[in-house]
């Protein structure tokens, strides 16, 4: 039944002679690389599509080769090196996320047990017990490349976005956490072959815990939206990407964590960001969308869909559909401040999350026998009456008296270094305040109380016009 499936298990590793291991290294290493290249292509392409502008199509056919060609401009710019910096630490620290990165695709199911020159094993470098933990601690090794970075620079603003940096990617690491642990509880392995043949459809490990056993694919997209949501925004914060790219906010940290960085060394930050989006699009499709299984319309008319090599198709086809997402949020959303990003890791994804694996826990303990279909159902919809409860009788916050610009201003020492005002209001400019004064006398008039009324509604008027 298994050579009939193609499904390949932990036992099917560790078998393979070196010179297919070596192989798989490089064809890993190799589509790592070519989808930096085409990624970054794909993106100036869609984003400029978006723009309504023709983007990239002068070197190469459909400027295909103008993101080699500014790589090979990138190596050849001169190599600066701060006086400040710490020459080992700014030498080795853009390599740490590439390397860390690439590392992770070691783990990620390419396709099924194939056939290589006569040996079956599987399209998969390697795979253990605790692979999906192996991704995860490779994402966390990332954030010393970046703060190393900042920190051996010598310099105060890639230092100050190598803090913010690791604050935000440790912060949306635990959110990324939680949103996996949702899936081990539901496939009963961490190993991401495992978890790819939880989502074949039927299996008692995944739609059980409802009572359901469909015979489409059990995409845990679907199963565990809640998770699956989570994560993906994580997994946005996580290659700070916009509108989560704030280590690189030019506004108030001139380029972050790589400012003083050119030549090769930036071209390695650049790069890593790619393949963080890479790895995390692999990840995504691999726990959360059937890995390299064909969707469920395929796979109803054609039995074969998921053998021999087609599965890489349909992996790559995800694993693009989930880039196009990447760069379509960019090319849409502004970037957020950094209070409101902290705010939405910490007291939104976290809680919810949390609530989210406390009810799927419960709804895996009610799966015992005990528990029968009324007294199941019951105990769900108390569960719900008593969050709609909660809901209801909170109480409201009351909101805080908001104060004007010039109190604000006016209670600061002086002498104080200006700061902006908390509301984002701006204060007039001195030509909009001569502009008034210009309008002022023609609108007062001689005529009592009355006149003076409506004087200083039109005052009040051309304020809020200029």
Same mark, same amino acid.
């Given at each position: 039944?298994?050579?009939?499936?193609?499904?390949?298990?932990?036992?099917?590793?560790?078998?393979?002679?070196?010179?297919?291991?070596?192989?798989?290294?490089?064809?890993?290493?190799?589509?790592?690389?070519?989808?930096?290249?085409?990624?970054?292509?794909?993106?100036?392409?869609?984003?400029?599509?978006?723009?309504?502008?023709?983007?990239?199509?002068?070197?190469?056919?459909?400027?295909?080769?103008?993101?080699?060609?500014?790589?090979?401009?990138?190596?050849?710019?001169?190599?600066?090196?701060?006086?400040?910096?710490?020459?080992?630490?700014?030498?080795? @620290?853009?390599?740490?996320?590439?390397?860390?990165?690439?590392?992770?695709?070691?783990?990620?199911?390419?396709?099924?047990?194939?056939?290589?020159?006569?040996?079956?094993?599987?399209?998969?470098?390697?795979?253990?017990?605790?692979?999906?933990?192996?991704?995860?601690?490779?994402?966390?090794?990332?954030?010393?490349?970046?703060?190393?970075?900042?920190?051996?620079?010598?310099?105060?603003?890639?230092?100050?976005?190598?803090?913010?940096?690791?604050?935000?990617?440790?912060?949306?690491?635990?959110?990324?956490?939680?949103?996996?642990?949702?899936?081990?509880?539901?496939?009963?392995?961490?190993?991401?072959?495992?978890?790819?043949?939880?989502?074949?459809?039927?299996?008692?490990?995944?739609?059980?815990?409802?009572?359901?056993?469909?015979?489409?694919?059990?995409?845990?997209?679907?199963?565990?939206?809640?998770?699956?949501?989570?994560?993906?925004?994580?997994?946005?914060?996580?290659?700070?990407?916009?509108?989560?790219?704030?280590?690189?906010?030019?506004?108030?940290?001139? @380029?972050?964590?790589?400012?003083?960085?050119?030549?090769?060394?930036?071209?390695?930050?650049?790069?890593?960001?790619?393949?963080?989006?890479?790895?995390?699009?692999?990840?995504?499709?691999?726990?959360?969308?059937?890995?390299?299984?064909?969707?469920?319309?395929?796979?109803?008319?054609?039995?074969? @869909?998921?053998?021999?090599?087609?599965?890489?198709?349909?992996?790559l086809a995800k694993v693009v559909l989930l880039l196009f997402i990447f760069v379509?949020?960019?090319?849409?959303?502004?970037?957020?401040?950094?209070?409101?990003?902290?705010?939405?890791?910490?007291?939104?994804?976290?809680?919810?999350?949390?609530?989210?694996?406390?009810?799927?826990?419960?709804?895996?303990?009610?799966?015992?026998?005990?528990?029968?279909?009324?007294?199941?159902?019951l105990i769900i919809g108390g569960a719900v009456v008593a969050v709609l409860l909660?809901?209801?009788?909170?109480?409201?916050?009351?909101?805080?008296?908001?104060?004007?610009?010039?109190?604000?201003?006016?209670?600061?020492?002086?002498?104080?270094?200006?700061?902006?005002?908390?509301?984002?209001?701006?204060?007039?400019?001195?030509?909009?305040?001569?502009?008034?004064?210009?309008?002022?006398?023609?609108?007062?008039?001689?005529?009592?109380?009355?006149?003076?009324?409506?004087?200083?509604?039109?005052?009040?008027?051309?304020?809020?016009?200029?």
């Open positions: 039944m298994r050579f009939l499936t193609q499904d390949p298990t932990l036992a099917d590793f560790g078998h393979d002679p070196w010179w297919l291991i070596l192989l798989k290294i490089v064809v890993a290493f190799i589509f790592g690389m070519s989808m930096i290249l085409l990624g970054v292509w794909f993106e100036r392409r869609v984003v400029a599509r978006m723009a309504v502008r023709p983007g990239l199509n002068q070197v190469g056919p459909f400027g295909l080769l103008q993101t080699l060609a500014d790589g090979i401009k990138g190596i050849l710019k001169e190599d600066l090196l701060p006086r400040t910096a710490d020459k080992v630490v700014f030498f080795f @620290a853009p390599t740490v996320p590439a390397i860390f990165a690439l590392t992770a695709l070691s783990v990620i199911p390419f396709g099924p047990m194939v056939s290589i020159f006569g040996v079956q094993t599987p399209l998969q470098v390697t795979d253990v017990p605790v692979a999906v933990l192996v991704v995860l601690a490779c994402s966390a090794m990332g954030i010393y490349g970046i703060v190393l970075g900042g920190w051996a620079s010598g310099s105060t603003y890639p230092l100050l976005g190598g803090l913010r940096s690791s604050a935000q990617m440790i912060s949306y690491e635990v959110a990324m956490g939680l949103s996996i642990v949702a899936v081990f509880m539901t496939a009963g392995t961490m190993s991401t072959s495992g978890i790819v043949a939880a989502q074949a459809g039927g299996s008692e490990a995944s739609w059980s815990i409802f009572g359901w056993h469909p015979t489409v694919p059990s995409w845990y997209a679907i199963l565990l939206i809640p998770s699956f949501l989570i994560f993906v925004v994580s997994a946005f914060g996580e290659t700070n990407r916009a509108p989560f790219d704030l280590p690189e906010a030019e506004t108030e940290l001139v @380029a972050g964590y790589m400012t003083e960085y050119s030549s090769i060394k930036f071209l390695l930050y650049l790069l890593s960001e790619y393949v963080a989006m890479v790895v995390m699009s692999s990840i995504i499709a691999t726990m959360f969308l059937g890995g390299w299984r064909a969707p469920w319309p395929i796979t109803a008319f054609w039995s074969g @869909a998921n053998s021999g090599w087609w599965p890489l198709l349909w992996f379509w949020v960019r090319a849409t959303l502004p970037r957020l401040r950094y209070d409101q990003f902290m705010k939405l890791g910490w007291k939104v994804l976290l809680p919810v999350n949390l609530i989210w694996i406390l009810l799927l826990g419960g709804l895996r303990v009610m799966q015992d026998e005990q528990f029968s279909g009324r007294n199941r159902w909660v809901a209801l009788l909170w109480p409201a916050r009351k909101a805080e008296p908001k104060t004007t610009l010039e109190e604000q201003m006016s209670a600061r020492p002086s002498g104080s270094f200006p700061l902006p005002p908390l509301d984002l209001q701006v204060p007039p400019s001195p030509r909009a305040k001569r502009v008034v004064a210009e309008r002022r006398p023609a609108n007062v008039t001689a005529s009592g109380a009355g006149s003076g009324q409506v004087a200083d509604a039109d005052t009040d008027a051309d304020e809020k016009e200029v």
